[in-house]
């Protein structure tokens, strides 16, 4: 006998797994009908919905129970939580002795494979993402680019392809070439919207952007130091936060060497945990218990593991040495200073000239309440407020700025990405809510970027490259 294991892991350690064990060689018609398998599919929804992983773990047989432990099933349940709730179930096929289903959820749709043994129970079971509905040719949007200029056919192209994705919305992109500003807008087909400069999006991670320019100036200030141990700006309990006496430092917080990882391991196990709005009611002490709970198990400031629970570690750190919220802090060292009057967190937006960003499977969705992670990807803003924050991270004339932009280790600045090939600079960071995307593209050397938004959860891959591609027209 045999297993087989498929790992895929996005954002906030989202996963998609196909476990399967080789069985005896039996067909779907001898061993059960139709009827069996919907019956354990809506035993596997219903407790999927009520989060009762370990009554789908009793659902599989010996042969599958031998070689994955109930601790490592119910992981991978957890870890797809973000998906949403199943709302509705359709069936696909049968294939091979297995049966799929379509399985419609709040914030993307699945499809569930199964295949079943005598007695009813589970023997191959699978959940992987319905691909995305692309249409042959990409439908009409409003848009505002005049399509007259090499640079404008390019963007159209690129837009174009995006819009073959039957649940895209509205584009909003923002480009500094040759230390020349672009703006183009692509509407929302199916409300016949076209957004504009003053549009607000959910920027989310690149809001760590912001947290490390905040750090930047209390390095500067003379406030912290980057070397310090986190341990100094937390209250007692906390002694455990570092590994064979190496402590986690602020750089650590910043660059993604903590070791701590993407979010706190009880995020949803709670009753008021919802999946739309995953972090909403994670609150300070929640957080910090979380923290308390947590043993590193390697050596901080080596190697790299993205971590908005770092990040937000950060944030309130912050907040304690300057005695002042995340808010006023960006308003004080980046807001205010660069003129971007619209930029806040998500909580001021609601009713707003804003895009509401939408699931992968094309439902509106609230903005994402960030909770207490809010110094990890809290903000939402405009194209306009953006381009000037492109520009600052252009010019680099605020030695915090600077700061920020400097490689520490594994390629990261404090918050950034920093790649350099042939003298050229290029720093980077994406966003990613629940229905928004988010990019920022800079190259100091080549006095050029962009700054890209769209109010779905959709890839933007092509047309980030793209973008990055027309510098050299």
């Known amino acids: 006998m045999k297993t087989k294991f498929v790992l895929f892991i996005g954002r906030r350690l989202s996963k998609l797994l ?3 064990v080789s069985l005896f060689p039996v067909t779907m018609q001898a061993q059960a009908d139709r009827k069996a398998y919907d019956a354990v599919k809506d035993v596997i929804v219903a407790n999927y919905n009520a989060r009762d992983y370990k009554a789908i773990y009793r659902l599989f047989d010996s042969a599958f129970t031998r070689k994955v432990s109930e601790a490592r099933l119910i992981d991978f349940l957890k870890g797809n939580q973000n998906s949403g709730k199943i709302l509705t179930t359709s069936f696909l096929s049968e294939e091979k002795g297995k049966a799929s289903y379509l399985l419609q959820s709040e914030l993307r749709d699945l499809i569930l494979d199964l295949q079943l043994t005598g007695g009813y129970k589970i023997s191959s079971f699978g959940l992987r993402n319905k691909p995305a509905m692309l249409f042959a040719m990409p439908l009409a949007v409003r848009s505002n680019n005049p399509k007259k200029t090499a640079l404008d056919r390019a963007i159209d192209t690129m837009a174009s392809e ?16 040759n230390g020349r500003r672009y703006l183009y807008f692509y509407g929302d087909r199916q409300k016949d919207l076209l957004p504009d400069s003053n549009t607000l999006y959910e920027i989310g991670s690149i809001t760590k952007t ?21 341990r100094k700006y937390l209250p007692a309990g906390f002694n455990h936060l570092a590994y064979n006496g190496v402590p986690i430092t602020l750089q650590d917080l910043a660059n993604h060497t903590s070791g701590l990882p993407a979010m706190p391991p009880d995020v949803g196990d709670y ?5 739309v709005n995953p972090d909403a009611h994670y609150d300070s002490v929640r957080f910090f218990n979380a923290l308390k709970q947590y043993s590193l198990d390697t050596i901080p400031g080596v190697r790299f593991s993205y971590s908005n629970w770092g990040i937000s570690l950060l944030g309130h750190i912050l907040e304690k040495v300057y ?3 995340m808010d006023v802090l960006y308003n004080q060292f980046i807001l ?12 001021n937006v609601q009713g707003k000239n804003l895009a509401y960003p939408h699931s992968e499977n094309g439902r509106q969705l609230p903005v994402t309440d960030q909770g207490y992670f809010y110094p990890a990807g809290g903000l939402c803003s405009t ?3 953006m381009m000037n924050y492109l520009d600052s991270q252009l010019r680099e004339k605020d030695p915090a700025i600077r700061l920020t932009h400097q490689p520490t280790v594994n390629n990261i600045g404090l918050g950034w990405g920093v790649v350099e090939k042939n003298g050229v600079r290029h720093l980077e960071h994406n966003g990613s809510e629940q229905g928004s995307v988010a990019h920022i593209s800079v190259f100091p050397e080549m006095n050029s970027g962009c700054i890209v938004f769209a109010n779905a959860k959709t890839n933007l891959a092509k047309v980030i490259v793209g973008i990055q591609s027309v510098f050299n027209l």
């Not at 995006?162 to 070439?177: D, H, P, Q, T, V």
């Open 323 to 325: 005695g002042q919220s």
């Open 336 to 347: 205010d200073p660069l003129h971007m009057s619209r930029t806040s967190y998500v909580r």
């Open 383 to 385: 194209v306009n407020d």
């Open 271 to 275: 009753s008021d945990y919802d999946p």
């Open 162 to 177: 995006y819009f073959r994705n039957a649940n895209a919305r509205s584009l909003a992109i923002g480009i500094i070439k």
């Open 210 to 230: 912001f947290t490390a320019t905040v750090l930047a100036h209390a390095v500067l200030n003379k406030k912290v130091s980057l070397a310090d141990d986190i």
């Open 18 to 20: 196909l476990y399967s």
